[in-house]
């Protein structure tokens, strides 16, 4: 049996990740890769990306798991928490033990605790200045991650962001604003999608997504069409 490196399994991510970015790839499946990726690379049992509207009103767009993203969500709606002040500062943001946060985000230290999470790591999504989100990498133990982690994570970040805006999209911030919100409403499309799947089908959200992801794959069709699809009921997943 032959044994993989780490070193090798992080060039074999990022060599995959890299070959998706094509003329006509679909983003959201890609974001999602690239947050199992984090999991699968680093010391982290779930991760979430969140994308900032035209507005600057943070969403979830892609997590690997049900828990993390409602982590995420709660974390939203007080306006306050580790992703949230990454984005606000554009900077990393860590909590290696969350049980020691008091008085501080109370509502994420409460949401993530009753998840099983014990630690947090955020790291900014950025291009030429700008932040436009934020990738949560939380973990089930407490402690910080390895300098080495912390770079892989950057790196796959910034990945995340090349994959949203495109080289060529980021010289007109019209354009930029654009594409954030057109994977902003896939986003939504697909969560209405998994609600359809999962109450006909009788699963949970994360096989109602993997149902989804799967056909989408399979038939080479991008997850908002696919979405759609389900929505208006000519496809039963």
Same mark, same amino acid.
């Given at each position: 049996?032959?044994?993989?490196s780490?070193?090798?399994?992080? =060039?074999?991510?990022? !060599?995959?990740?890299?070959?998706? &970015? @094509?003329?006509d790839?679909?983003?959201?499946?890609?974001?999602?890769?690239?947050?199992?990726?984090?999991?699968?690379?680093?010391?982290?049992a779930? #991760?979430?990306?969140?994308?900032?509207?035209?507005?600057?009103?943070?969403?979830?767009?892609?997590?690997?798991?049900?828990?993390?993203?409602? !982590?995420?969500?709660?974390?939203l709606? #007080?306006?306050?928490?580790?992703? @949230? +002040?990454? *984005? $606000?500062?554009?900077?990393? !943001?860590?909590?290696?033990?969350?049980? =020691?946060? =008091?008085?501080?985000?109370?509502?994420?230290?409460?949401?993530?605790?009753?998840?099983?999470?014990?630690? !947090?790591?955020?790291?900014?999504?950025? @291009?030429?200045?700008?932040?436009?989100?934020?990738?949560?990498?939380?973990?089930?133990? =407490?402690?910080?991650?390895?300098?080495?982690?912390?770079?892989?994570?950057?790196?796959?970040?910034?990945?995340?962001?090349?994959?949203?805006?495109?080289? $060529?999209?980021?010289r007109?911030? /019209?354009?930029?604003?654009?594409? &954030?919100?057109?994977?902003?409403?896939?986003?939504?499309?697909?969560?209405?999608?998994?609600?359809?799947? #999962? *109450?006909?089908?009788? @699963?949970?959200? +994360?096989? /109602?997504?993997?149902?989804?992801?799967?056909?989408?794959? #399979?038939?080479?069709?991008?997850?908002?069409?696919?979405?759609?699809?389900v929505?208006?009921?000519?496809?039963?997943?």
């Open positions: 049996m032959v044994t993989i780490r070193a090798e399994r992080v =060039s074999a991510a990022f !060599v995959k990740i890299t070959n998706t &970015l @094509v003329a790839y679909d983003v959201l499946d890609l974001l999602h890769a690239l947050v199992e990726a984090s999991v699968d690379l680093l010391d982290a779930a #991760a979430g990306l969140l994308l900032a509207d035209p507005h600057g009103e943070l969403q979830v767009l892609a997590s690997t798991s049900e828990r993390s993203q409602l !982590v995420e969500i709660l974390q709606q #007080a306006g306050s928490g580790p992703c @949230v +002040e990454c *984005y $606000r500062t554009g900077t990393p !943001v860590v909590v290696e033990d969350i049980r =020691s946060l =008091s008085g501080q985000w109370p509502e994420f230290r409460e949401a993530a605790l009753s998840q099983g999470f014990r630690s !947090v790591h955020a790291v900014p999504m950025r @291009v030429q200045g700008r932040t436009i989100g934020a990738m949560g990498l939380f973990g089930e133990h =407490s402690g910080a991650l390895t300098p080495e982690d912390v770079a892989i994570g950057q790196a796959l970040a910034d990945v995340a962001t090349i994959g949203i805006l495109q080289e $060529r999209t980021i007109e911030s /019209a354009v930029v604003n654009e594409q &954030l919100q057109r994977a902003l409403n896939s986003r939504v499309l697909i969560e209405q999608a998994k609600g359809v799947i #999962a *109450y006909t089908a009788g @699963v949970d959200m +994360e096989e /109602a997504f993997g149902r989804l992801r799967s056909f989408a794959r #399979a038939n080479n069709q991008n997850l908002h069409d696919t979405a759609a699809r929505i208006d009921r000519t496809l039963t997943l």
